[in-house]
């Protein structure tokens, strides 16, 4: 069974940091892109980030491009998202998803609030 | 950024009977390869989005035979052959062709 345990979540002022974890078991992690997908409270869902197996091909939202930084590490089975230059409306539960074209998202998430 | 419109927003359903939601895209969602990357979810209050179907008609592991997906090019729909309680939720269709983007969702609830 696929597992996905975010962490690294909490409450963060206007232009802080913050960085997010992701460790994921029942798969080879290596053999799949992973990415970053985020909740705001009550919205919708929004895909922030994308990387490859090997971390040669990165993607960004136009939304965060420039701010978070989407990495991984495969012999540890982890997925990371830093976040830098935080602002209100970055507020929301963060998922990792596995999967380059059809997202499965396989964990609780991690809230994030950004707040003065 | 490929737009994403599902349709309704809100759909009440009496329980036993059958539930149709729509989500329509901007730009065609078949990838070079071939393959159509149209996945539903389903997000049940308080708890996480799952994936339910991918690639247009999948079903996922766990999934009931009562889902079912159908669509192509642009148009695609998920249909419920008979509501039961524990399917009330927010539905959302996701493309993977190009940059993901997701629907805004239906809300489909117990009349």
């Known amino acids: 069974e696929v597992q996905l345990v975010e962490s690294g979540g909490g409450l963060v002022k206007p232009g802080g940091s913050l960085r997010l974890s992701c460790v994921a078991s029942g798969f080879i992690f290596n053999n799949y892109n992973m990415n970053w997908v985020r909740q705001a409270p009550g919205k919708g869902l929004e895909w922030l980030s994308s990387?490859?197996?090997?971390?040669?091909?990165?993607y960004y939202a136009d939304s965060v491009k420039g701010r978070f930084t989407i990495s991984r590490d495969n012999a540890r089975n982890s997925l990371f998202l830093q976040m830098n230059s935080l602002r209100v409306e970055d507020t929301g539960i963060y998922y990792c998803?596995?999967?380059?074209?059809?997202?499965?998202?396989g964990g609780q998430g991690t809230l994030v609030t950004v707040s003065s | 950024d490929v737009g994403m419109t599902q349709s309704p927003l809100s759909l009440p359903v009496t329980l036993g009977q059958p539930a149709s939601f729509s989500c329509r895209s901007s730009?065609?969602?078949?990838?070079?390869?071939?393959?159509?990357?149209l996945s539903w979810y389903q997000q049940r209050p308080g708890q996480s989005p799952r994936r339910l179907i991918y690639r247009v008609s999948n079903r996922d592991s766990g999934v009931p035979d009562r889902f079912s997906g159908s669509g192509s090019g642009t148009d695609f729909t998920l249909k419920i052959s008979r509501v039961e309680a524990e399917d009330v939720g927010i539905y959302y269709c996701m493309q993977g062709t190009h940059r993901p983007t997701f629907g805004q969702g239906t809300k489909l609830e117990i009349k």
């Open positions: 998803a596995r999967d380059a074209r059809e997202l499965l998202l």
């Open positions: 730009q065609s969602l078949v990838y070079s390869d071939g393959n159509t990357y």
């Open positions: 990387i490859s197996k090997s971390s040669s091909q990165i």
